[in-house]
């Protein structure tokens, strides 16, 4: 793996000399904001050596290198899952590829489905914790046994709050349960799920954040809660639904994130 994520380095090295500060890893239908970098440089993931492509629909598959208001930033505009048929080590290559950067930061998104019925559509919710339902790890087969006790970041969690409510965004707080998917839940999963502490359900992001966690990267987590869960509400649930709620809510989103990353990133 070391070997892969070296030969990674050396074609990005040969395509941009930007040095990011911080990274930002791009869910569902959030992939746009990447798209306002300024002297911004795309690389498709499709042509970095060892990088595992990105097949679902909303998800670009572009590494972009460039600045934010002065904050130089590398984003992962699509991200691969676990679903695609990749390992955990594969799905979280690009957390090695920003640290091996120079990254010690990190802003991850996802689009979920909200599994509690305080946190509804349109909801920006702030992750404060995490359960791995995949039944897997991106460290199976080696000996980092990583400490998970905070995975995002504590220090970052009241001061984005008071941020949000700066902005008049109403920023939710929950945790994230993430199981394996493509499938979405069955009513009774989610009545699980909810019973368990999940508040909302997605099909990514743990993976990631452990590799983050056992490589020393801070690291912050926003979902988009574009749905409720099976059973909450009578409508059926489809993946351009989905992409469809984010693309309402992006402009709540963008703002958020953009003054994450001047007030925390610079």
């Known amino acids: 793996m070391n070997k892969q994520i070296k030969e990674s380095l050396e074609f990005i090295r040969q395509k941009t000399n930007i040095r990011p500060c911080a990274a930002l890893i791009l869910g569902s239908g959030l992939g746009d904001f990447a798209d306002t970098f300024d002297k911004s440089v795309?690389?498709?993931?499709?042509?970095?050596p060892h990088y595992p492509r990105s097949t679902v629909a909303g998800h670009k598959g572009y590494l972009v290198f460039g600045f934010h208001q002065g904050v130089s930033l590398v984003a992962v505009q699509g991200r691969t899952h676990y679903y695609e048929g990749y390992s955990m080590e594969q799905v979280s290559f690009v957390v090695e590829i920003i640290h091996a950067l120079g990254v010690e930061k990190l802003l991850v998104t996802n689009?979920?489905?909200?599994?509690?019925?305080?946190?509804?559509?349109?909801?920006?919710?702030?992750?404060?914790?995490?359960?791995?339902?995949?039944?897997?790890?991106?460290?199976?087969?080696?000996?980092?046994?990583?400490?998970?006790?905070?995975?995002?970041?504590?220090?970052?969690?009241?001061?984005?709050?008071?941020?949000?409510?700066?902005?008049?965004?109403?920023?939710?707080?929950?945790?994230?349960?993430?199981?394996?998917?493509?499938?979405?839940?069955?009513?009774s999963e989610v009545k699980m799920i909810h019973k368990f502490g999940g508040d909302?359900?997605?099909?990514s992001t743990v993976p990631e954040v452990i590799m983050a966690n056992t490589l020393g990267i801070k690291t912050i987590g926003?979902?988009?809660?574009?749905?409720?869960?099976?059973?909450?509400?009578?409508?059926?649930?489809?993946?351009?639904?989905?992409?469809?709620?984010?693309?309402l809510v992006k402009e709540k989103f963008i703002t958020l994130v953009s003054h994450i990353i001047t007030e925390h990133f610079a």
């Open 222 to 247: 926003i979902s988009c809660i574009t749905n409720f869960a099976t059973g909450m509400g009578k409508e059926k649930l489809t993946h351009e639904d989905v992409t469809r709620t984010a693309e």
């Open 42 to 48: 795309k690389i498709p993931t499709a042509e970095i």
């Open 200 to 203: 909302a359900a997605s099909m």
């Open 111 to 187: 689009a979920a489905g909200s599994t509690n019925p305080r946190i509804v559509p349109g909801d920006l919710m702030l992750i404060t914790d995490q359960v791995n339902f995949l039944f897997a790890s991106p460290l199976r087969g080696s000996a980092r046994f990583t400490d998970m006790s905070n995975p995002y970041s504590k220090e970052y969690i009241d001061a984005i709050d008071k941020l949000a409510r700066s902005l008049n965004i109403d920023l939710k707080k929950g945790v994230l349960w993430t199981s394996t998917g493509p499938t979405y839940e069955t009513a």
